[in-house]
């Protein structure tokens, strides 16, 4: 494409705020959803409640809660952040509690007779039995904040967004073609990625 050529740089530095986006936000996001979710796979009654709100977050349209955000943090990357955090827990805390409540209780019974503390359990036995799922909760949430993150360049916080917002106001459809293209692709990096973690940790 004629204007992928002309503006090589300027689309390498939205790829590289794209991915600077979702990165900030999985590394926030995964603090909060792992005792999120080792909460919840303990506690069903509780786990219930904690699902069905990371799943109320979720359906709340991704421009209304941008705009909401920006009321109260101001426009830039911040507000895209916070709602990035926000949508990727769905995904994550149920990537948690269903690999935890996979694990065969004989395992952790076994654990338990050896002595290990309910702590050790978890660290030494559950969480690396558990892996494999919890990174199937990472690899969806990944690429759903790919795709969210595109429409954070409407509150000019940067991303592959921005070329598309752009595009369309100067009615230049070329770089929305870009920018789609690119967004489509770095999601399809991530799923494959990602899914080879998988793999791994299931050796």
Do not use: C, K, N
Not at 15 to 43: S, T
Not at 69 to 75: A, K, M, Q, Y
Request: without cysteine; glycine residues 10%.
């Amino acid at each position: 494409m004629t204007y992928l050529l002309a503006h090589g740089d300027v689309v390498a530095q939205r790829l590289g705020e794209h991915v600077l986006l979702v990165a900030i936000a999985l590394a926030i996001a995964l603090p909060i959803a792992l005792p999120l979710g080792v909460l919840a796979a303990r506690r069903p009654r509780l786990g219930a409640a904690i699902v069905a709100t990371t799943g109320a977050l979720y359906t709340i349209p991704s421009l209304a809660l941008l705009a909401l955000l920006v009321v109260v943090l101001g426009i830039g990357p911040l507000s895209a952040i916070v709602a990035l955090v926000l949508y990727a827990q769905l995904s994550l805390v149920r990537g948690v509690v269903a690999g935890l409540r996979g694990v065969d209780p004989a395992l952790v019974e076994a654990a338990r007779g050896l002595g290990l503390t309910a702590r050790q359990t978890l660290l030494r036995v559950e969480f690396p039995v558990a892996l494999p799922v919890v990174l199937g909760g990472v690899r969806l949430a990944a690429i759903t904040l790919v795709a969210l993150a595109t429409v954070a360049g409407w509150i000019d916080a940067g991303g592959l967004g921005t070329l598309i917002f752009d595009g369309l106001a100067e009615h230049h459809t070329q770089p929305v073609v870009v920018g789609a293209l690119a967004a489509a692709a770095l999601a399809i990096a991530a799923d494959a990625a990602l899914r080879g973690a998988e793999r791994w940790a299931r050796r």
